[in-house]
């Protein structure tokens, strides 16, 4: 069965102090029967563009086992943000683009925000939005605005709301046909009620924490949900929604 990690972090957080190393995810996806891992710099006081060099170079050694995403902090300027985007997507391959209200203590309503917005569109790629911790800029209804003004843009809500916010991450889901939720850290019967009002096409697995990956993987198998409906979460969504090439 084809298992992918929408959510792994290189790199050491400036928040939790916790740091991951390439072999760390590379001995996580081997231990857990993990295929394919999506890997982006966590909310870090290290250079994001070194980070960057350092996941793009995971990429191209493990082609289809790891695939990068670009976490940029929006406050820089414009044509800083889009020239690290382009080497990114463009250069390494990158799937998506990060934006970390908490890490980045930015509103997603800012209108320094649209640059990342605006990038996601010009780039085909999806936006992932850390939600749930550091409110108000985390809460999860705040991406509704940046949905509807970016119909093309896929965004997905990470933790879903953190367990706290579950519900208002599935109202924003269910009245906007481009986000998508990650609910890792939520309670096991909140996933329930995500896959019944929001759908089974929206959701996703991350993991967030490498320690976290056999946490995520056992809720998700203990919730009642079929093998095809596992299928869809684990592979065929997150193939769908970043675009993954076979
Ligand atoms: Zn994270």
Known sequence: MTIIDTHVHLGKS???GVESHEADILNAMDRHGVTTSLVMPQPTLDDVRDVH???GAMAKQYPGRIYGMASIDPWWDAQQYHEEVKRCVEDMGFVA???HPLGHNVSPLSPICDKV???AAEYGVPVLVHTGTGNPFALPSLLLDAAKRFPSVSFI?????????TDEAIVAAKYADN???EPSW???YTIVKMVKEVGIEKIIMGSDHISNLPVELTKF???GLSQEQLDMIFSENPKRIFKLKP
Not at 157 to 165: D, I, K, P
């Open 186 to 188: 939520c309670p096991t």
């Open 97 to 99: 683009l990060k934006l």
């Open 221 to 223: 198998n203990h919730i």
């Open 14 to 16: 400036k928040f939790s």
């Open 53 to 55: 060099t350092r996941i």
């Open 117 to 119: 917005y605006e990038a």
């Open 179 to 181: 986000i998508y939720l």
């Open 157 to 165: 809500l990470c933790h879903a709301g953190f367990a706290v916010y």
